[in-house]
């Protein structure tokens, strides 16, 4: 069974900009999580959604958006990029709604000149 | 607000020491516990899951232990390698309201296993 998939895997863009990230789940996997990984602040959550509804959302301002379409695939946007997004973005999975292992993908690369 | 800390934040051990590795997490209210590694640059590998009503979990060298109660968890590795040099991750998930289908992660303690 694939893993999950994340495109691109690096991205470079300049401030001001939008990027869009994409997110492939495990195969029946209805669970979606994203999560921002830097230096100085380490893994922290930016939202989930279970079939495409959003559950959750993390302390993070509005320029990070993100949905879920019927085929769990899911997306995140940011808009108006700062230097301080340059970050890896990660994307899980998980089979069950809650208390599920959850299986990350290789991440996102983003930096932000 | 969940809180989770790992235990050193960095060891650096010889080939074939057995090692532990310490997680505290501030909230009982969780779902289950994962040790996830991580290599340079790369994404994370679930390593171990213990769900909240189980004391351990074991795969191969590797034993995971749990205390809800007073908020612990420990990794354990055996017989250490060069190949288990990496960034060990622990994080809790959550198991009501806000917290529900997110997870918290420690820092992070990041091992080198020398030859």
């Known amino acids: 069974k694939a893993g999950v998939t994340q495109t691109p895997r690096y991205l470079i863009k300049t401030r001001g900009q939008q990027v869009t990230l994409s997110c492939s789940p495990i195969s029946g996997h209805r669970s979606v999580s994203w999560y921002q990984q830097t230096p100085g602040q380490g893994l922290q959550f930016l939202f989930e959604y279970f079939s495409e509804t959003q559950r959750n959302k993390g302390n993070f301002p509005g320029r990070f958006s993100g949905r879920q379409f019927s085929n769990s695939r899911s997306e995140m946007n940011v808009s108006t990029l700062e230097l301080g997004d340059s970050a890896l973005y990660l994307c899980?999975?998980?089979?069950?709604?809650?208390?599920?292992?959850?299986?990350f993908g290789p991440g996102t690369r983003l930096t932000v000149l | 607000k969940q809180e989770v800390t790992q235990i050193p934040a960095a060891l650096s051990v010889p080939e074939g020491e057995n090692l532990v590795l310490n997680c505290s997490f501030t909230d009982s209210a969780i779902y289950n516990l994962q040790w996830f590694r991580q290599d340079p640059g790369k994404g994370l590998t679930s390593l171990l899951l213990?769900?909240?009503?189980?004391r351990e979990q074991t795969s191969g060298r590797l034993n995971a232990s749990l205390d809800k109660s007073s908020g612990r968890s420990t990794l354990y590795i055996a017989a250490s390698q060069p190949g288990d040099s990496a960034t060990y991750l622990c994080a809790v998930s959550g198991a009501r309201g806000s917290t529900l289908g997110r997870l918290y992660f420690g820092r992070g303690t990041q091992l080198t296993v020398w030859p």
């Open positions: 899980a999975s998980s089979f069950l709604k809650s208390g599920g292992p959850q299986f």
């Open positions: 213990i769900q909240s009503s189980q």
